[in-house]
């Protein structure tokens, strides 16, 4: 007798219904209406899961007795309420029957592999990412509604909307606009303002309007790319969030789920970059078989009979691991030939703007590295900048704006750069691939305990870079590193290690782009960061500047008055009588002392203003 079990995926859409055999053949499909309780309610969804199942049941010419389990995927069933509330429903309409029910991301993870294992990303009207490890614990990230999810449909549309309606009163062409108001029925923004507010408006038309933005996207609109590359950043977010919380250090795969993955080339492409750029054993893959059949998939294992396991899902698993991030080519700048100048460099704006964002997870440990830092620096140690190429001239140019930016000697902040000086203004590439070079200037410096040394590669594996730090390591330097991939070798040599996954550039691995300004913005803040530490600045005012020209002079007078309350002829005069020393000015004016005295006040608390005033 043959065993028929049923699959059902809920979306707020729309719901699929699916009648297999215990051989997973497909024996009927019909589509029916929304069943998501969040959106059309629990009356209109339970009206649409019986019509649905009836209808499917009179499509194959059998009866329910002849089923032997339902499996089902819905959003928000791994809230516990509303898995009660579901399996309630279920349990009135077919009382008896084995019940498998869960989050409608489970399903499209047993699809693929037959058992809920790796991770789920789905971006259609909604959003959710979900996984589960061979431990059998689970995690989410997202999934919690229109109002609080980025990357699904429901936010595109909204993100494309905020486009428009900003490039209308900016007075600004926009063809996304067009499209978007094409698709409403709208002459220009303002008309469309009647549909948008409408009472019966629902969320998924709404969400609707996203295929208008993932249609121009793939076309190369500059505006529709930049809310793809967000959306697409957010998921990969919301998914690396689940595989760091589940541990996941063998490869394991991170189904695509949803219309938007489905037809976003943009979205698709970006997500896979912005994971593999953080976690390299990542496989991102579409399942060969949709969520109802993995929910019916489910009902098999409810039922008690034996579950297919799709070989192919291992295949996916063992393949090739991707390319380095900083070397993988860049999916927005594949024409880059052909792209007009602007659509080119706002590619390049585009990936510009996401480097803040990469940067945040490593401020805390930067903050760490320099709060140890402070106390060496103000015993007389010196912070070297170790690196090659773009990476060692960035942090030339930090070590040479520390002097007249906070009156530092040149001895106290020094670049080390792969073949010399001469290799700022003359590339001597070849010259990272020397790690003995590297040594030989540690050793030439007497680097030592009291100093610190930060090593700068964007591919995290330089040679010169390594040979640095181990050499300074091995001397009892603290020891810092600033790598644009994740894994980098030079970070197992760094008490303090900085990885940036700045992925793909728009020119393929050229790092003085994106990893550039990365590693530009780590220096801007450990060297602000440290100088801040150590008395250098008061409220947001340089108060040790160097003021060696006229324009300085005069923004020293004006810092001076700023930070005293005076006037800037009062702050001149007594620049004048201060030896031009900006702190000794500050104290002298409000502390009511001569300058002499705040000098010698001043030596009392290290040189810090703040600890003088308030």
């Known amino acids: 007798m043959i065993s028929y079990v049923i699959g059902i995926n809920g979306g707020g859409t729309h719901t699929t219904f699916v009648l297999a055999d215990s051989d997973l053949r497909e024996i009927a499909r019909v ?9 059309v309610g629990r009356e209109v969804a339970h009206d649409n899961i019986e019509q649905g199942v009836n209808r499917l049941l009179q499509t194959a010419g059998i009866s329910i007795g002849q089923v032997k389990a ?13 898995h009660d509330a579901f399996r309630a429903l279920f349990e009135s309409l077919y009382p008896g029957l084995p019940l498998a029910l869960d989050n409608d991301a489970v399903p499209v993870l047993v699809a693929f592999g037959g058992t809920p294992y790796g991770i789920v990303i789905i971006s259609g009207t909604g959003m959710i990412s979900l996984g589960m490890n061979a431990a059998g614990e689970r995690a989410r990230s997202g999934g919690w509604g229109h109002h609080v999810d980025r990357g699904s449909g429901y936010w595109i549309a909204r993100e494309g909307l905020y486009s428009v309606y900003t490039a209308f009163d900016k007075g600004h062409p926009s063809p996304l606009a067009e499209r978007m108001m094409a ?27 996203a295929a208008e933005v993932v249609q121009m996207a793939n076309a190369g609109d500059m505006d529709a790319v930049r809310i793809m590359v967000s959306a697409a950043d957010a998921l990969a977010q919301a998914t690396l969030t689940v595989a760091r919380n589940l541990r996941f250090t063998e490869p394991f795969p991170v189904v695509l789920s949803g219309s938007i993955f489905t037809y976003s080339d943009v979205l698709r492409e970006h997500f896979t970059a912005a994971v593999q750029a953080e976690m390299p054993h990542a496989r991102p893959v579409f399942s060969p078989r949709d969520a109802a059949i993995g929910a019916a998939m489910m009902a098999l294992s409810a039922a008690g009979l034996p579950v297919p396991h799709p070989a192919d899902s291992e295949t996916a698993l063992h393949g090739p691991p991707p390319p380095r991030a900083t070397e993988r080519r860049n999916f927005l700048s594949l024409r880059g030939h052909q792209m007009p100048t602007l659509a080119f460099i706002s590619t390049m704006n585009i990936e510009d703007s996401r480097v803040g964002a990469l940067v945040t997870p490593v401020l805390p440990r930067l903050a760490a590295l320099i709060d140890a830092a402070v106390p060496r620096f103000e015993r007389g140690g010196r912070v070297f900048y170790a690196g090659a190429g773009t990476s060692g001239r960035m942090g030339v140019l930090d070590a040479a704006e520390c002097v007249p930016t ?10 080390l750069l792969a073949g010399g000086q001469q290799a700022v203004a003359n590339a001597t590439e070849s010259a990272e691939d020397d790690a003995d070079s590297g040594a030989a200037m540690v050793a030439a410096h007497k680097i030592g305990a009291d100093d610190i040394v930060i090593g700068l590669a964007a591919s995290g594996t330089t040679p010169f870079v390594i040979g640095v730090l181990q050499a300074a390591r091995a001397r009892g330097a603290l020891t810092g590193s600033v790598a644009c991939t994740v894994n980098a070798p030079i970070s197992q040599w760094a008490d303090y290690a900085l990885e940036i996954p700045t992925g793909a550039e728009i020119l393929t691995g050229s790092t003085r782009l994106k990893a550039g300004t990365a590693q530009k ?3 801007n803040m450990f060297s602000t960061g440290l100088m801040q530490q150590i008395g250098k600045v008061y409220s947001n005012l340089m108060i040790d500047m160097k003021a060696s020209n006229s324009k300085l002079r005069e923004r020293a007078i004006r810092i001076v008055a700023a930070a005293a309350g005076i006037s800037t002829a009062e ?3 007594l620049m004048a009588a201060s030896n031009r020393e900006m702190k000794t000015a500050i104290v002298a004016a409000r502390l009511g ?8 006040r001043l030596a009392e608390v290290g040189g810090k203003v703040g600890r003088l005033l308030p």
């Open 593 to 600: 002392v001569s300058p002499e005295e705040a000098r010698q």
């Open 70 to 82: 339902i499996g089902g995927g819905f959003a928000g069933l791994d809230r516990p309420a509303d």
């Open 571 to 573: 702050a001149a005069a």
């Open 406 to 415: 906070f009156s530092t000697d040149p001895e106290q902040i020094i670049a």
């Open 31 to 39: 589509e029916g209406g929304a069943s998501n309780p969040n959106v």
């Open 521 to 523: 913005m780590v220096l």
């Open 183 to 209: 698709k409403i029925g709208a002459a220009h923004p303002p008309e469309a303002i009647s549909w948008l507010y409408a009472p019966e408006r629902r969320i998924t038309d709404l969400a609707g309007l």
